[in-house]
């Protein structure tokens, strides 16, 4: 079974709009973390925001979001008022066990398209 | 400046070489990790190593190999037992004090081989 699923491959979104990248996990690992990171189309990984399994609130940085529904091991990223430069790969991934020396497992990614 | 370095940006071989991408970090990170990626595809992991002179195989090892000698450094191996190695090869590290202990991940290597 797949570990992460993003079922969005692409998405188009007006700027200065709202989207919502989709992200669904699955593991038997009471503590994990889940991770989103941005991949333009240099090739760098940018990480964006971080969402805890025993965190009690939805993560927030700046214009991202997390939607953290844990009982439906859903963990959706929200990009509030869309700029140009937000287009790019978006992946979401997730490490099992809380130690920063495990390994993080990543969905296959969401290609968001900013329309002027 | 803080970060991962890996060289070359572009590497080209021919078929049945071996070749090695480097990759070296001066974040003072325990765990270092290779992942490769092909095109409109998501990072599959290769090697980790959560310690110097330890590393563990990944979702996809075969026909590959690594070292991890120094702690600072994670040399990849593409041998030529990899049937297809044709791919961006993205190494990240990280760290156990931080906030998050996210990855950080160095520019990648574009391999081509023909």
């Known amino acids: 079974a797949q570990k992460i699923t993003q079922t969005q491959p692409g998405m188009f979104v007006q700027e200065k709009e709202a989207v919502t990248l989709d992200c669904t996990y699955d593991?038997?690992?009471?503590?994990?973390?889940l991770f989103w990171y941005k991949q333009p189309s240099s090739g760098e990984m940018i990480f964006l925001i971080y969402?805890?399994?025993?965190?009690?609130q939805n993560a927030t940085e700046g214009r991202y979001s997390l939607n953290f529904q844990k009982a439906r091991k859903s963990a959706n990223l929200v990009i509030s008022a869309s700029q140009l430069g937000d287009s790019a790969m978006y992946f979401c991934a997730m490490r099992e066990g809380l130690k920063g020396y495990q390994k993080v497992t990543f969905g296959t990614g969401t290609k968001l398209q900013v329309i002027p | 400046d803080g970060g991962i370095t890996q060289s070359p940006k572009y590497l080209f071989r021919k078929e049945g070489q071996n070749v090695t991408l480097s990759c070296e970090q001066n974040?003072?990170?325990?765990?270092m990790y290779w992942y490769r990626q092909d095109p409109g595809q998501g990072l599959r992991l290769i090697y980790y190593s959560q310690i110097v002179n330890d590393f563990q195989k990944g979702d996809i090892a075969e026909g590959y190999s690594v070292s991890r000698e120094k702690k600072e450094s994670f040399p990849l191996t593409v041998t030529s037992a990899q049937k297809n190695p044709t791919a961006f090869y993205l190494c990240?590290?990280?760290?156990?004090?931080?906030?998050?202990?996210?990855?950080?991940f160095g520019p990648g290597t574009r391999l081509t081989v023909l």
């Open positions: 974040l003072n990170h325990d765990a």
């Open positions: 990240a590290s990280s760290g156990t004090s931080g906030r998050y202990n996210e990855q950080f």
């Open positions: 593991t038997s690992d009471p503590s994990y973390g």
């Open positions: 969402q805890g399994s025993y965190d009690q």
